[in-house]
T-cell receptor, first 117, second 113 residues
Framework: AQKVTQAQTEISVVEKEDVTLDCVYE???????LFWYKQPPSGELVFLIR??????QNEISGRYSWNFQKSTSSFNFTITASQVVDSAVYFC??????????????FGPGTSLSVIP | DGGITQSPKYLFRKEGQNVTLSCEQN?????MYWYRQDPGQGLRLIYY???????QKGDIAEGYSVSREKKESFPLTVTSAQKNPTAFYLC????????????FGDGTRLSIL
């Protein structure tokens, strides 16, 4: 069965600290996609990144970076020099890519990040 | 700007009442989804639709109904059969399933009076 685990329910950091949000997934598929979404207090989920299972290259986008390791089934997200605007709930998600049926997206339970000024 | 509009932002339901949540998108996306969000549980899929006039049950469809008469609209009705409807409801759409990221509306918070 597919599953996404985000063991950190809530994290609080002081502004300018670095913080890593953990994501561990389970799947039997060899082809799949991983996502990170941000949910600010306004409620809308905002897409941050997508990774396919064949691309283990780490990615950096400004203060955000992602570490994908198939060997440990992890897709961790690091925010460098955190800012108050980073305060949000962050979801990791996993999607099958079977093409023959609905490609279900499995969301993790989310990690609530609070950045304290 | 293209996007997804959900209305109302807050909704209250009385016992025995059906209520309908609106979701409209102008992204020309084929697929649309309804999720329910409860604290600490992430998002759970209620219904999804990949094309007009077709929709499928998700993981927690009991007590809910949908329609997809137009590509841009996917309303969700929370029926009186849904005994615990208090939650945050999110609508999403995507051009293709799975590997394309979903675009989300800003949600409707439903509470029981």
């Amino acid at each position: 069965a597919q599953k996404v685990t985000q063991a950190q329910t809530e994290i609080s950091v002081v502004e300018k600290e670095d913080v890593t949000l953990d994501c561990v997934y389970e799947t039997r598929d060899t082809t799949y996609y991983l996502f990170w979404y941000k949910q600010p207090p306004s409620g809308e989920l905002v897409f941050l990144i997508r990774r396919n299972s064949f691309d283990e290259q780490n990615e950096i986008s400004g203060r955000y970076s992602w570490n994908f390791q198939k060997s440990t089934s992890s897709f961790n997200f690091t925010i460098t020099a955190s800012q108050v605007v980073d305060s949000a709930v962050y979801f990791c998600a996993l999607s099958e890519a079977r093409k023959t049926s609905y490609d279900k997206v499995i969301f993790g339970p989310g990690t609530s990040l609070s950045v304290i000024p | 700007d293209g996007g997804i509009t959900q209305s109302p932002k807050y909704l209250f339901r009385k016992e025995g009442q059906n209520v309908t949540l609106s979701c409209e998108q102008n992204l020309n996306h084929d697929a649309m989804y309804w999720y329910r969000q409860d604290p600490g549980q992430g998002l759970r899929l209620i219904y999804y639709s990949q094309i007009v006039n077709d929709f499928q049950k998700g993981d927690i469809a009991e007590g809910y109904s949908v329609s997809r008469e137009k590509k841009e609209s996917f309303p969700l009705t929370v029926t009186s059969a849904q005994k615990n409807p208090t939650a945050f409801y999110l609508c999403a759409s995507t051009n293709r399933t799975g590997w394309q990221p979903q675009h989300f509306g800003d949600g409707t918070r439903l509470s029981i009076l």
